[in-house]
């Protein structure tokens, strides 16, 4: 069984930051990219950022230079440090993980529950 636990967000002021943390645990046998999507009211779920175990990050264009993604690999952990943050950024965000169990060849995507950010202006 795996797990995607997360913790940070909450409510911020237009130009304020936040930062979101997301740890796995469980029958983890190795874990190659984590990142995160966010999912606004009445749109579909969009790619934020990801990191992969040897640190090469990406970003989407809408975040890029305001949101930093970053990975402990010794606690199976990713973060993202949301900095300058907009209205246009107030979503639901949520952390993945592409890993394999034990005996597994291939990977599979697991999903934390999500956790709310509001930018007010």
């Known amino acids: 069984q795996v797990q995607l636990v997360e913790s940070g967000g909450g409510s911020v002021q237009a130009g304020g930051s936040l930062g979101l943390s997301c740890a796995a645990s469980g029958s983890i046998f190795s874990i190659d990219a984590m990142g995160w999507y966010r999912q606004a009211p009445g749109k579909q779920r969009e790619w934020v950022a990801t990191a992969t175990t040897g640190g090469v990050t990406n970003y989407a264009d809408s975040v890029k230079g305001r949101f930093t993604i970053s990975r402990e690999n010794a606690k199976n952990t990713v973060y993202l440090q949301l900095n300058s943050l907009e209205p246009e950024d107030t979503a639901v965000y949520y952390c993945?993980?592409?890993?394999?169990?034990?005996?597994?060849?291939?990977?599979?995507?697991?999903w934390g529950q999500g956790t709310q950010v509001t930018v007010s202006s």
């Open positions: 993945n993980a592409d890993l394999r169990r034990r005996l597994e060849h291939k990977a599979t995507r697991y």
